[in-house]
């Protein structure tokens, strides 16, 4: 029995030690240990975002806080660099509960919800694309809290993260224009300097191929004859450029990004034209959904016959096809819309939708534009001298899909601009059977043309007289997208759009009289343009 006894005694007094054990590992005390794993050679630029954290709380939650960032010699970055940097946190989220589960509290108070805490971005830093850390390495100083029975426990990690940024190296090198004529026996004699975008520019330049015919400016990228070279005749070079980091030795190869012509007497050069994105616009039906290269949207359907649906009037069949065509385009589609049938016109709002495009690629070097055909067909105007509809233009730079606008005229997905008072059009001169058919065209203006035959009352004050007649006329329209819009993600938008409300009735002596018009489309394109030295 004594023996039982003293054995209850040890069995008990080692569970006041393991007691007393657990419940001083239990006690809140200041985080410890704070440990990231490093980011090494990121780029300048660069978005950069870390592995989530590890450290001691003790099991409680803990809060990150981004006090400063140093460099390596410990001086302290500029305010300005912390906007771009994020740390994440902790989100808690309610789920509701169905009262009749019978869920209750320890005071039998029902429970209706169940809250859930996401910690997987706790502590995650992400530095934002376009941040102006130069390269080098900085030491990020994170404060982490934690709090338990209303009380604060925190501890300052000085250098928790360590970040190290390289150079942005050169991914586009761009000579403009392409090819570039270099004069035999003229000291002056010079390419443009090489552009190069979005990259660090403490860079040296050099030749990798040539190198015994041309000679490179280091700083400048400019080429030029080699001082050892022996003309005999015109030679056509191709050279391939090194692009070294002046900060890290790291280099890059560009090819065929540039031709140079020799000759003994100055020759001029030939300029590129690219026409990208020419899609056939081939549909099939009068309503489709969308065809090669482009959706429809529908938000009044009116009364016509066709909304952005296979060509039905004879009147569009005459269209020649223009030289920028692609060979390969052979089904190549006039799209037409209608916005009447037979003596009665009823409102109607419909989109071509573009497919978006980047263009981000022509953005050095070239001229950029978008380009289209259309004809305004069969317009008769109101009783005050309106069209009753026009064709609309419109570019977006954010456009990310779905329905543009909704039938009160609210604008739902993206920013759009309208463009048809910047356009540069032209007036179809030549005829087939008597039937406008495209080139020739006339002198080119600005703004694309009222629809009808310009004659009569203006209360929009756009009618030009001295432009003649758009009724069923070929019109050749280019926009000349600006730099601001040279994204990846453009987008080109058409809406034919009706002003009037009710029903036109185009008979004589009826109380409102005029007729909507046919719109006939073709050979949509983005064309990119180098221009002369």
Known sequence: MYTYKRLLFVLFCLTMVSCRTTLKDELPSAPRNLKYMSVSNAREGQEVVTIAPTVETGGLLPKFELLSVTREDGSLVDASLLQDIRIGQSTSTETPLDPELGYVDGDGNPITFVSRVNSANNGVITIATGHKFSPGDYFFNIKVTTEADGREYSTVFDKGFHLNV?????????????????????PESRTSAAIMPSANPDVTFELATESDKLTINKSTGEISIAPGYVYSEYESLHPTIRIVNNYSGEAVLFKDKLTVVVTDTPQEMPTETIYFFYPTLFATGSYPTGGDGFSVQTIRAGNGEDIWGELDNSTGRAFVRPPERPAENTNQTVLETQTYRLAASEPTTSWLVTTTQDLTPYKYGYKLSFNYYYMPGFHVYMADGRAADDLE???????????????????LNGTWTQVNEQMRCQKSLGLVNNVSSGAPWGDEFIGTPYPGNQTGADPDGKKRPALGTFYNKWVKCAYDILPEQITNTVTVAFRVHSRFAGKLENVTGSPIIGRGGHYFFTDFNYKAEEPKR
């Open 393 to 411: 233009v419109y570019i977006s730079t954010d456009y990310k899909g779905g329905t543009i606008q909704d039938a009160a005229g609210n604008w």
């Open 166 to 186: 390289g150079p942005l190296l050169p991914t586009i090198l761009v000579y403009t224009p392409k090819n570039q004529n270099l004069v035999y026996g003229d």
